[in-house]
């Protein structure tokens, strides 16, 4: 057995620890007394760097998400706007093509020509209309009279009993249109049919003088032609109106051309004229104080354009009473409710007076009770 000197294992040990675990080494450097061991040879060169890629990394072109492309749902309409209140007239015609159904009636009270017994009549109308487009609507006009006079009423005018009457209706047709946003025009067209009572040869003078006077005073001079039953009637008209903000403002003018058919022999006053011409006039204005609430006011004129024989002997007569014309005024409160989803009923009341003779003459007041219902 071969025996190696420790001096030699302890070298030997030392070196194998010193090359195997460097760092250790450096933690636990060698003592003085012994020898540091001799240089490590040194490392081998290193290895050459791997070639540099020389392409470059590939783009990733993976597809963004396809977009979606269901279309957005439509934006809601627009709730379309209201059109501005109108404030219907009491006397003039509307301004609008609509559908109504019109119950309008009129109580006038007076006195006989001395101021001391009193009298009154009623003139009740009942209109249909159609509303066919937009801007056409035909359109029918009944109405009946009655009256309880005062003795001596006046010039020319005999003592008669109360009388009752139908009265020629009217058929028409207005045609509307809106020129700018705030202003309204419409035309009329109209005939009066004439079959109303108290016209032909054998009329009753009580009928006859419930057309005229009273009756067409108790309309204040202005639907004359439904109060002329031996004349055949032909009625252009024009409405204008600014329609804003709450106001109306409404101006109207008519033309009525009488021709009589009828009524050469009958009795006293005869109808002597074979044509007659007749103009009516109108101003009305109007404020909703509330959508449920408006008040119209109107100023309304009649005039005959042609001279019919009774004027002409009136304007002769030594206190003649002014039969050429006649002004009236009126002012009343109308409410509006909504009844369905496009039904309104309008119902309305206003107080007239004559500003002028003949019917200043008799100290007439006349109510108007109108009800329509539009659809």
Do not use: C
Request: glycine letters at 6%; zero cysteines; charged letters at 15%.
């Amino acid at each position: 057995m071969v025996r190696f000197p420790r001096s030699s294992l302890k070298l030997t040990f030392a070196f194998a620890i010193s090359s195997s675990t460097p760092a250790f080494a450096q933690e636990n450097p060698p003592t003085a007394a012994e020898p540091a061991p001799a240089a490590a040879e040194p490392a081998p060169a290193a290895a050459e760097p791997a070639p540099v890629a020389t392409e470059p990394a590939p783009v990733v072109t993976s597809e963004p998400a396809p977009i979606a492309t269901a279309e957005p749902a439509p934006a809601p309409a627009a709730a379309k706007p209201k059109p501005p209140p109108y404030s219907l007239p009491w006397q003039l015609r509307p301004v609008v093509a609509g559908s109504v159904v019109r119950s309008d009636t009129a109580w006038a009270f007076f006195k006989d020509a001395a101021g001391k017994e009193s009298g009154a009549s009623v003139a009740s109308m009942l209109l249909f209309s159609y509303k066919v487009t937009d801007a056409i609507a035909p359109m029918i006009r009944l109405g009946v009279a009655s009256m309880r006079p005062p003795r001596n009423y006046g010039v020319n005018m005999q003592d008669v009993d109360s009388a009752t009457n139908f009265l020629n209706p009217v058929l028409g047709v207005t045609y509307a249109m809106k020129p700018a946003k705030p202003l309204r025009l419409a035309f009329f067209l109209g005939v009066t049919l004439p079959i109303g009572s108290g016209g032909g040869d054998d009329a009753k003078l009580n009928n006859i003088q419930a057309n005229s006077p009273f009756g067409i005073r108790t309309r204040s001079a202005m639907d004359n032609a439904m109060f002329s039953p031996n004349d055949f009637t032909i009625l252009p008209g024009v409405d204008f109106a600014y329609v804003s903000h709450g106001f109306t403002v409404q101006v109207e003018a008519t033309l009525l051309q009488l021709m009589r058919v009828k009524g050469d022999g009958g009795p006293a006053p005869k109808n002597p004229d074979s044509s007659k011409t007749n103009l009516t006039m109108g101003l009305h204005v109007g404020y909703f104080f509330i959508p449920q609430l408006s008040v119209g006011a109107e100023l309304r004129h009649q005039r005959f354009v042609s001279t019919p024989a009774a004027v002409k002997a009136d304007e002769a007569a030594a206190t003649p009473i002014g039969l050429r014309d006649q002004t009236t005024w009126a002012i009343g409160p109308r409410a509006h409710f909504k009844l369905g989803e496009s039904i309104w009923f309008r119902p309305g009341v206003a107080f007239s007076m004559p500003i002028d003779d003949p019917m200043s003459k008799f100290e007439y007041k006349v109510v108007q009770l109108d009800l329509p219902v539009a659809f």
